[in-house]
């Protein structure tokens, strides 16, 4: 069973930057395409980006650039870098497969407020 480990969240002003990580144990991430998905309260989950195995990348109009997604197959790792941070972007960062197939992570929680 893939285990998903999210980190790198916290509070920030409207117009700050984070970055996020999510560790994935298991080999067979390298093959599969990663997104971060977020959940505000009150609200559905929702992917907001994702990267192909081979690196092609695509974003929600609401965060389109402003957030850029990467990855390390090396390290069996995604990242989410976030600028220009809005209060509309405070939500539970999750990482997970397009479409999603493993258990969720903890999640990391992003809050932008001044």
């Known amino acids: 069973q893939v285990q998903l480990v999210e980190s790198g969240g916290g509070l920030v002003q409207p117009g700050g930057s984070l970055r996020l990580s999510c560790a994935a144990s298991g080999s067979i991430f390298n093959f599969k395409t990663m997104g971060w998905y977020r959940q505000a309260p009150g609200k559905q989950r929702e992917l907001v980006t994702r990267i192909t195995s081979g690196g092609s990348t695509n974003y929600a109009d609401s965060v389109k650039g402003r957030f850029t997604i990467s990855r390390d197959n090396a390290k069996n790792t995604v990242y989410l870098q976030m600028n220009s941070l809005k209060p509309e972007d405070t939500a539970v960062y999750y990482c997970?497969?397009?479409?999603?197939?493993?258990?969720w992570g903890q999640g990391t929680q992003v809050t932008v407020s001044s």
């Open positions: 997970n497969t397009v479409p999603y197939a493993w258990s």
